[in-house]
């Protein structure tokens, strides 16, 4: 493909995602032959200094200090959100009204009604848009779903999902303000739940179908922190750990786990399915590879098989390097843009949609009333 069209990016948010999609937008068209090349046209950030700082590293040809004037720039096609959880539907919203295409970072919003106000909004600018789940692109992820697709587990019984980490354990550690955003419940929404579970849970409706009804259990542990916006020490309103139980549409049953507080784990994601034939196993401390277990192999050498994802056969592997050579983390958010770009190109949706990203959000929403109203609840 020879002649192609710029997709002038506005970057909201410099942080951790406003590199990983930076990295993901300026490799993207040395790896996959598309119609549209993301330009870096601008990134926002509330200090000058530092977006000046971050556009010169990355690449950005200039930088706003209000997300609103970039969202009012006839020279920005796509606005990605990359701030905490509580401004995302305002941006989103006026990106929407203002015609603009929306990458938004998850989870989609503070809660349910927010996010169905701004699917609505969405929906009527008829913009196009994704939510960054993005562990459905990582290679060996994206493979259990082909094979589940192809009907290789048979009737599922059973899907487990963990997120661990252990990064909040000190009483000393103030909440609330840059990089602590995450323990404030005012701009995270909530904690362990909207934050880590709903990759387990956009994962797993993803590979299992709809969620119906919870049962969950959270608990904070440490109830009070100093707060870096107030100087006070303050209640802590968000989930340290969220333990949950539901059914799946297709009749099997789920088990979720995720805490801050699991000493040891930095970042443990696994998911398991159990099915009538065949399991399947994934870690994300082991990404490139998916564990397969099939009850039809003949006895004598059955076992699980540790599938190395890396052929040219395997989802996204055939536009990286040769057989046995594994990708990584900041490839799964390459391979988003892809699809998104191949998306717009195709006049398709890239999935999540904000739509599709809502559902994760309602389950969301019900485990946390489940666990305040400790009664099962339906989604
Ligand atoms: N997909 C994933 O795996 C993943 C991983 C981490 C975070 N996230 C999500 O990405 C979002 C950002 O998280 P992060 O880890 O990058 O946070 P971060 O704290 O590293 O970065 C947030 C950025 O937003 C900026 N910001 C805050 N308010 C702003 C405003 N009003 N205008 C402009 N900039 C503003 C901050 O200055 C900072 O640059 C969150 O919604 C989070 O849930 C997703």
Not at 170 to 183: E, K, V, Y
Not at 211 to 234: C, P, Q, W, Y
Not at 270 to 278: D, F, V
Request: proline share 2%; net charge negative.
């Amino acid at each position: 493909m020879s002649e192609k069209k710029d997709l002038n990016i506005g970057l909201v948010g410099y942080g951790f995602m406003g590199r990983t999609h930076s990295n993901a937008y300026c490799k993207v068209s040395n790896f996959f032959d598309l119609e549209y090349r993301p330009r870096l046209k601008a990134v926002c950030g509330r200090s000058e200094d530092n977006a000046k700082a971050f556009a010169a590293q990355w690449g950005y040809e200039s930088v706003e200090t209000d997300w609103k004037a970039l969202v009012a720039r006839d020279d920005i096609d796509a606005i990605d959100i990359c701030t905490p959880n509580n401004t995302h539907a305002e941006i989103a919203i006026a990106a929407a009204k203002a015609g603009k295409m929306i990458l938004c970072e998850k989870p989609l919003s503070m809660n349910t009604a927010e996010g169905e106000e701004m699917v609505k909004k969405i929906e009527e600018a008829g913009v196009a848009n994704t939510v960054w789940y993005n562990y459905r692109r990582v290679p060996a992820v994206t493979l259990a779903k082909q094979l589940i697709d192809e009907g290789r587990l048979g009737k599922i019984f059973h899907y487990r999902a963990n997120f661990l980490q252990d990064w909040t354990i000190s009483t000393d550690l103030p909440q609330g303000g840059a990089a602590l955003w995450r323990l404030d419940v005012n701009a995270a929404g909530s904690g362990v739940t909207g934050d880590l579970l709903a990759h387990c849970i956009d994962t797993a409706i993803w590979l299992n179908g709809g969620i119906t009804d919870v049962s969950a259990m959270t608990e904070t542990f440490i109830k009070e922190r100093m707060h870096n916006l107030t100087g006070k020490v303050e209640k802590v309103g968000i989930d340290d750990a969220c333990t949950f139980m539901c059914h799946f549409g297709n009749g099997s049953l789920g088990l979720f786990e995720s805490t801050r507080y699991a000493r040891g784990h930095k970042a443990l994601y696994t998911l398991e399915i159990n099915g009538e034939h065949a399991s399947i196993r994934w870690d994300l401390h082991d990404l490139h590879r998916l564990e397969y277990f099939d009850h039809r192999d003949d006895s004598l050498v059955r076992g699980w098989r540790s599938v190395h994802v890396t052929d040219g056969d395997m989802p996204y592997m055939d536009k990286w390097w040769v057989p046995g050579l594994q990708i990584g983390y900041e490839h799964t958010f390459v391979h988003q843009v892809a699809d998104f770009l191949e998306g717009l190109a195709k006049g398709q949706p890239t999935s999540p949609t904000f739509a599709e990203a809502l559902e994760t959000q309602k389950v969301c929403d019900a485990v946390l009333s489940s666990a305040a109203s400790k009664q099962w609840v339906n989604v």
